[in-house]
């Protein structure tokens, strides 16, 4: 199968303070510009803590934001994209970086005890996740009784979070969290499931395909004074967005230019899990936009925002139909082959190939599943006369059934 080509951000991605910061660091780095871009915002955001808003189907939408960094291979740097931003978030708050940062979110306790133990004081609600290992966190989330998969929905819909039955009583119900989560794709896929609960999860994150761009001696190192300087000024940023609460309104012209991409966004509705993990594209888009507009210290939601957001937004897109469209394939792959061996030595005509998945598959889809197992040698099509046919139909066989037939 041909690989699909790889995302790239538009150069709307990178506006204001946070833009500026991945265009100075990311020359420095090996870390992908898009794994700082979507590391940044998410780190902000929580920096940014909950009071600016905006609404949508009359409920907040605030600047929680979860990203998911898929490394096309283990040598995609992601790590070094975490270290990075670390310094970044360092430099914007301290006492943040260095209380409130959690470190992988286990079975979901670790996440509800860090909610209902703040360490300090007037910011105790702002929590970040970093979870290296999201994979693990996804197997854990499809378990049945497993807290995680409904704690880290309701931390992304801003929802009160309670303890399960058997433990301790606990109600948070002002909280924020932001979570920054990497795995490999070889590592995602097998996680990715319709059947269980991590399914609900997938469309609370944000993607991005990550690669290793070019290499540095050393991977790189961004030097104190630019962390400094781009961490001063999103730090002012930051304070002035956690003032009083608002409700954040767009300017008439970022509301024109949202109404004629919303429908857009509501109508993107793809089959099986890449549907799934595009669900909430109009929400990510609001929430993104405000993040981009905060951390120019702005008091409304202008078209560069919205443009910034719709450019993440579309590399997003892309590295999710490269995760889970991909993924389908192999699906379809394994259930074609499946197929062929359950029909032994008759093999299946195209047309019963097509009639096995309800007509519901694409027909390159099918063709491509084929072709895959041609070129591994599991299979061979070819005319064969079926028994009552007039006709001599191409049949799908497994190779070691038309051996023995033959």
Same mark, same amino acid.
């Given at each position: ?30 870390? &992908? ?17 909950? &009071? ?76 970040? =996740? ?46 924020? =969290? ?76 970022? &509301? ?142 497994? =190779? ?7």
């Amino acid at each position: 199968m041909t690989p699909l080509p790889a995302p790239e951000l538009e150069p709307a991605a990178f506006a204001g303070p946070i833009g500026d910061w991945v265009l100075e660091a990311s020359p420095l780095t090996e870390a &992908d510009p898009a794994a700082l871009l979507l590391s940044a915002l998410v780190a902000f955001g929580v920096a940014a803590g909950p &009071d600016r808003v905006m609404m949508a189907a009359n409920r907040p939408q605030g600047t929680r934001l979860f990203a998911m960094l898929v490394g096309d291979s283990a040598k995609s740097n992601r790590g070094l994209s975490w270290t990075v931003t670390r310094d970044l978030l360092a430099a914007i708050d301290p006492g943040l970086a260095r209380r409130r940062v959690l470190q992988g979110l286990g079975n979901g306790r670790p996440l509800l005890d860090a909610l209902a133990s703040p360490k300090y004081g007037p910011a105790e609600e702002r929590l970040l =996740v970093f979870e290296p290992g999201v994979t693990h966190a996804l197997r854990v989330a499809g378990r049945a009784r497993s807290p995680l998969a409904w704690a880290l929905r309701n931390a992304w819909d801003g929802a009160p979070i309670e303890r399960p039955p058997g433990s301790r009583p606990l109600m948070v119900e002002r909280y924020h =969290v932001g979570v920054i989560a990497h795995a490999t794709i070889d590592q995602l896929r097998p996680q990715l499931s319709l059947s269980d609960a991590s399914a609900s999860l997938v469309n609370r994150f944000v993607y991005a395909v990550i690669r290793r761009r070019k290499v540095i001696a050393d991977e790189g190192n961004v030097p104190p004074e630019i962390v400094l300087r781009h961490g001063s000024r999103l730090a002012r940023a930051a304070i002035a967005a956690r003032g009083p609460a608002e409700t954040m309104r767009r300017t008439p012209s970022a &509301d024109r230019r949202w109404r004629s991409i919303y429908e857009e966004l509501a109508e993107d509705d793809p089959d099986g899990l890449l549907g799934i993990a595009l669900a909430r594209s109009a929400r990510h888009v609001l929430r993104l936009s405000l993040v981009y507009a905060l951390a120019e210290e702005q008091r409304q939601v202008g078209s560069s925002h919205v443009e910034a957001a719709l450019a993440v937004w579309r590399y997003a897109r892309a590295s999710a139909v490269q995760i889970f469209t991909e993924r389908r394939a192999e699906e379809t792959t394994e259930r074609l082959l499946t197929a062929l061996r359950a029909a032994g030595g008759e093999g299946l005509t195209l047309t019963e190939q097509t009639a096995l998945f309800g007509r519901n598959v694409p027909a390159a889809r099918i063709a491509a599943a084929r072709e895959t197992l041609e070129r591994s040698g599991l299979a061979v099509t070819a005319p064969r006369r079926r028994r009552g046919s007039g006709r001599v139909p191409l049949v799908t066989q497994i =190779v070691s059934d038309l051996e023995s037939s033959g």
